[in-house]
């Protein structure tokens, strides 16, 4: 019983850090929108209520499998999570990352594919489409088993691949930041940086805002490399006005005939 109360608790703590986590990272880059590009979500309040309604569901679906997990670190070792900074060597530390975000991109990559085979996109991923811009509020707007798909994927790798807690924590930061920013509908990064060589391999919100605008490519999630390699990358979408008056107003079942089309794309 102790045992079942102490899973539940780390579930339950889990699901309010993620939250929270969401809420001010979110918050923070809507401010920041609001600052920079003033009147950029007007008109959207219903639907930035839809986007924060399913990013709050999707906290306790990925809370839950990390809470067991992270009590299961404490109370029992489980995990190659390590806290001795030096129990592997130094140049390791940026390789763990590397390793776990190209791991994270990879299932990423092809669970979002299917999701845009026909059936699934109306089942789960219509959920996240729905957003027409998206806005900084979308970063965990998915459906329930949509959600789940992404919620197991950072729990089972820290199973096999070793990992100093603090890099685990750069992980879910950059996790955190790349999801709000390439949804927010502007670039917040340097365009050296997008446009440059380095944006060839990087994503940011312009390549994102392409998946939103054509549906059936740029699938990725922190590289373009799955995507250049399978001939999903469509390259760069714009944040120009007319693109943005077209998006919202486009009706659902268009776009469920767009996912469909593009599908095998
Ligand atoms: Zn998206
Ligand atoms: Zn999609």
């Avoid at 579930?11 to 979110?26: Q, W």
């Avoid at 399978?230 to 693109?243: E, M, V």
């Amino acid at each position: 019983m102790d045992i079942a109360l102490a899973i539940l608790a780390s579930a339950i703590a889990m699901t309010v850090i993620v939250g929270v986590r969401y809420v001010a990272a979110s918050a923070g880059f809507a401010l920041a929108t609001r600052l920079k590009h003033p009147g950029l979500y007007a008109g959207l309040d219903r639907q930035i209520r839809m986007e924060i309604g399913w990013s709050l569901a999707s906290a306790a679906i990925y809370g839950i499998p990390a809470g067991i997990v992270a009590w299961g670190w404490k109370a029992h070792g489980w995990t190659r999570i390590y806290t001795d900074v030096h129990a592997w060597p130094l140049w390791y530390l940026p390789l763990s990352v590397f390793l776990y975000l190209f791991l994270h991109d990879t299932w990423f990559y092809w669970t979002h594919r299917a999701m845009h085979v026909p059936a699934l996109f109306r089942r789960y991923h219509a959920v996240h489409h729905a957003s027409r811009p998206p806005t900084a509020w979308a970063a965990m707007s998915f459906h329930w088993g949509e959600a789940l798909s992404g919620a197991i994927v950072i729990p089972l790798l820290v199973f096999a691949i070793p990992i100093h807690v603090g890099a685990l924590g750069l992980v879910l930061t950059i996790m955190t930041v790349m999801g709000v920013t390439n949804h927010m509908g502007w670039e917040i990064f340097p365009a050296w940086m997008w446009r440059g060589p380095l944006g060839g391999w990087l994503i940011t919100a312009s390549h994102h805002q392409r998946h939103h605008e054509r549906y059936g490519c740029n699938y990725g999630l922190y590289f373009r490399f799955w995507d250049r390699l399978c001939g999903t990358d469509q390259g760069l979408g714009r944040f120009d006005p007319a693109a943005r008056r077209m998006g919202p107003r486009r009706p659902a079942a268009a776009d469920q005939r767009r996912a469909a089309g593009d599908a095998g794309a």
